[in-house]
């Protein structure tokens, strides 16, 4: 048995190069697609935003933030889950379930990691109010109520809207200074993972 040519091997290395980097264009374009469906709400509620970035995480790494929002009140770190169906879960509850049809499946209550989120951008920004949300589209539904931290897009709409006011926009010149800091402290996660190739 012969062992392969030197050609073979770069060719061998050249594809395995072009699946990864069409696997992280395809995962890009994903994240991407499912975020669309935020932006028009997201933009009537934020002056500014930042989507997909790190932030340092007070212990030498670094957090993901889906969404982070400046608004009328503050800044709100939004962490998109998107599921549909029903969802049974609760503050308390370790695991979540959501059921849509025949599908059932489980993944962690989101707001234990919501909260690491919001500390992270809270040792950044200091001197203003940080809030974390946790966002699902409008195909979910709760059985038993939303969990404190949750909110569908309407709910999100209703509880953070209003920055549009005189007082909103007068509210949200006096937070520039601390967004700009988080501005300057955050990383591009896709240039991150590009790095990391």
Same mark, same amino acid.
């Given at each position: ?42 933009a009537e509620i934020a ?11 007070g212990e030498g790494g ?9 608004? &009328?009140? $503050? ?5 998109? =889950? @998107? ?8 503050? %308390?509850?370790? !695991? ?48 038993g109520g939303a969990p ?12 953070? &809207?209003? $920055? ?5 926009? =007068? @509210? ?8 700009? %800091?988080?501005? !300057? ?13």
């Open positions: 048995m012969s062992l392969p040519s030197s050609p073979l091997l770069y060719g061998l290395a050249l594809l395995g190069c072009l699946v990864a980097a069409g696997l992280l264009l395809w995962g890009l374009r994903a994240r991407a697609r499912r975020y669309r469906g935020f932006a028009r709400l997201f002056s500014a935003r930042l989507d997909n970035v790190l932030v340092p995480d670094e957090i993901h933030l889906d969404h982070v929002l400046l608004t &009328g009140r $503050g800044i709100v770190v939004v962490h998109v =889950k @998107q599921v549909a169906g029903t969802v049974f879960g609760s503050d %308390r509850m370790d !695991d979540w379930t959501v059921i849509d049809g025949e599908r059932r499946r489980t993944f962690a209550n989101p707001q234990g990691s919501l909260y690491d989120r919001v500390a992270a951008v809270k040792r950044i920004v200091r001197d203003i109010p940080v809030e974390g949300a946790v966002l699902f589209p409008e195909g979910a539904s709760f059985q404190r931290h949750v909110a569908t897009a309407a709910e999100f709409r209703q509880r953070y &809207g209003g $920055g549009a006011t005189a007082a909103g926009a =007068k @509210q949200i010149e006096a937070f520039r200074a601390p967004w700009q %800091r988080l501005c !300057d402290a955050v990383i591009d996660a896709n240039l991150e993972r590009l790095k990391r190739l």
